[in-house]
């Protein structure tokens, strides 16, 4: 058995020491095989919060793949934000879309972060075409792993069915290649609130599997984390994980 834990939006600068504490805890204690992080370490991309969103998962005992978030592009500075959008990452920048092999597990990347868009609001998700390709060839790479799956920040569709409202530019476009490549579960981050759900595409099913948040800022959920384990015969079995006591 393959397990991870997938833990997003820790959003350092607003984040809930308790429940960070709780979720490293846990990874000391249980040991998965690799943490996933899908983005948005930090609250405004400053240096310091970086820096404090580094050195907590340096500390972390396991492998780390991190997925930049929209919150990690620099807010405040236009000439970083456009022309050295992830300068501050700084000793993080070898975790950043990292890709891993875990036991005949394969977890590859998907940006989904843009420094720019023509719409108001720069939350939203984007799947470059050039983003998407470096992805699919990491998947065409991978071939021969029994169970891939795909990190990104932002969910790719709708929480319903395969239908997109335009929050994640070419999302649909992305999940329907993806599918194709093999990919058999997407994992995100943003919505602050965990979700697991089965989408029909191409004649195979996929699952959209979303983490909550560790931070102050939640929404529907407390802080939680999924707990991710992968059997032998490649099932997905996804545990969400909830701060005891929030």
């Known amino acids: ?25 846990a990874v000391a204690d249980e040991r998965p095989d690799a943490v996933v992080c899908t983005g948005d370490l ?15 998962l340096e500390a972390l005992p396991v492998p780390v793949t991190v997925e930049p978030g929209n919150h990690d592009l620099p807010y405040f500075n236009p000439y970083e934000r456009f022309v050295r959008p992830y300068r501050r990452y700084g000793r993080l920048e070898r975790m950043i879309e990292r890709p891993l092999d875990v036991k005949n597990v394969v977890i590859v990347p998907l940006k989904t972060t843009t420094r720019f868009q023509f719409r108001y609001n720069w939350s939203w998700g984007v799947v470059t075409r050039r983003a998407l390709a470096k992805t699919l060839a990491l998947l065409e ?12 920040h932002h969910p790719l569709i709708d ?5 997109s409202a335009g929050k994640t530019i070419r999302g649909r476009e992305a999940l329907i290649a993806l599918a194709g490549a093999g990919a058999d579960a997407i ?16 004649g195979r099913t996929i699952q959209k599997i979303g983490a909550g948040t560790l931070s102050e800022r939640v929404r529907d959920s407390a802080p939680s984390f999924n707990d991710i384990r992968i059997g032998a015969d490649g099932a997905i079995a996804v545990e969400h994980r909830w701060m005891p006591g929030a």
Do not use: I, N, Y
């Not at 929480?159 to 239908?163: A, D, I, Q, S, V």
């Not at 994992?187 to 191409?202: I, M, R, T």
């Open 187 to 202: 994992l995100s981050g943003h919505v602050h609130d965990p979700f697991v759900l089965d989408v029909e595409v191409g």
């Open 42 to 56: 930090t609250q405004q991309a400053r240096a310091h919060e970086f820096a404090a969103a580094t050195a907590w």
């Open 141 to 152: 790479g991978s071939r021969g792993t029994q169970v891939k799956l795909v990190a990104c």
């Open 159 to 163: 929480k319903k069915g395969l239908h």
């Open 1 to 25: 058995m393959t397990r991870l834990f997938h833990v997003s939006d820790l959003h350092f600068g607003r984040e809930d020491r308790a429940a960070l504490d709780w979720f490293a805890q």
